[in-house]
C-alpha cells in the first residue's frame, strides 16, 4: 500500500511557476476508484498513474485523473510524468525519445537535456478546426465584450478537448483582462467546450505570445499552464501561417495572473505534427500510503 510518489511543477525551472502535477510511479494495485480518490484527494489540476506498458512500442502507460473525472489527453501530465520517470531513473530514452501509452493512444515524447536542463515535449493529437466564427458570435460575444482583438479571427479548435482560440490585440490588454466567469461558463456549456483560451503577441524577450486560458465547465478557474491548449493555438497558428518565432518554433508565457510563470515550447515540424513541452522542477518526492 505503499507507492512512489512525486509532485512537480511543469513548464518552469522553479518550484512555483509552473502546473502543478502529481505523479503516482507505480500504481500497479491501485483500481479506477482509488485513483480517482487520489486524484480528488490531491486537488490538482491532474494527478497521474503509472503502468507498466502493454505495447511493445511504448515506454510505460499512463492514466490521467482530474480531481472529477479521468483524462484522455492532457500536455502537462504527459510532460510532467515523462520527467518524473526520468528524475527517479525508471525509463531511458531511445533514440531521444519515449513513448507514452494512453486513452489518446501511442505518443512520442522528445527527451533533450540531462537534469535540471532536461527538456521534455510531447508530441500532441492533431487537432482540428470545428468553426471559425467572428466577435459578434451571441456565445462568445459576453465573454470578450470589453476586448480589443487581434488579426486572427476567433476559432473553436479540438485537440481531444475543445477551446475556443481568441486573439487579443495587445499583451498589456491580455494581462489586464477580468473574466466575465458566468459568459466563460455559457461559452464552455453551449459549445461543449473547456471554455476561452485568450492570447496575444508580444515584443518581450524570452516570448512570443502571451496566453491565458479560462476553464468554464464543470469547474470556473484559470490555468497556470495548458500544454494542450496551447497546442491548439500551435495548429491554428500554422494553418494561417501565422506562427511566430524561428522555424516553427516559439515561446508562451502563461500563468502570471494566478501567480506563476510557465513557460511553454511550441513546436510545430515539417509534417505538421505540434510538440508541447519545457522543463520541470520537482517539489515534493517519497511515497503515497494508501490503504482503504
Known sequence: ???????????ASRPGDGNPLAVVLDAQGLDDADMQ????????????????????????????????????????????????????????????????????????LRVHGEGSDRTVAVRTPRASV??????????????????????????????????????????????????????????????????L?????????????????????PARFEDAASGAANATLATWLAERNALPGVAGTYRVSQGREVGHDACLVLTVDADGHVWSGGHASFVVNGTLDWAR
Open 1 to 11: 500500500m505503499r507507492y512512489p510518489f512525486q509532485q512537480l511543477d511543469v513548464f
Open 37 to 108: 480518490a487520489i486524484a480528488r484527494w490531491t486537488r490538482l489540476p491532474e494527478t497521474t498513474f503509472v503502468f507498466p506498458a502493454r505495447s511493445a512500442e511504448a515506454s510505460y502507460q499512463i492514466r490521467m485523473f482530474s480531481p472529477r473525472r479521468e483524462v484522455p489527453f492532457a500536455g502537462h501530465p504527459s510532460v510532467g510524468t515523462a520527467h518524473a520517470l526520468l528524475q527517479a531513473g525508471l525509463v531511458s530514452p531511445r533514440d531521444g525519445l519515449l513513448v507514452q501509452e494512453g486513452i489518446a493512444g501511442l505518443l512520442p
Open 130 to 195: 470545428k468553426e471559425v466564427t467572428t466577435a459578434d458570435d451571441a456565445r462568445l460575444a459576453p465573454a470578450i465584450v470589453f476586448l480589443a482583438l487581434g488579426d486572427l479571427p476567433p476559432v473553436l479548435m479540438d485537440g481531444g478537448r475543445r477551446w475556443w482560440l481568441v486573439e487579443v490585440a495587445n499583451e498589456s490588454q491580455l494581462r489586464r483582462m477580468q473574466p466575465d466567469w458566468d459568459a466563460v461558463a455559457a461559452l464552455a456549456e453551449a459549445s461543449d467546450s473547456m471554455g
Open 197 to 217: 483560451f485568450a492570447y496575444a503577441r508580444s515584443n518581450a524577450l524570452g516570448y512570443h505570445i502571451a496566453a491565458r486560458a479560462f476553464v468554464g465547465a
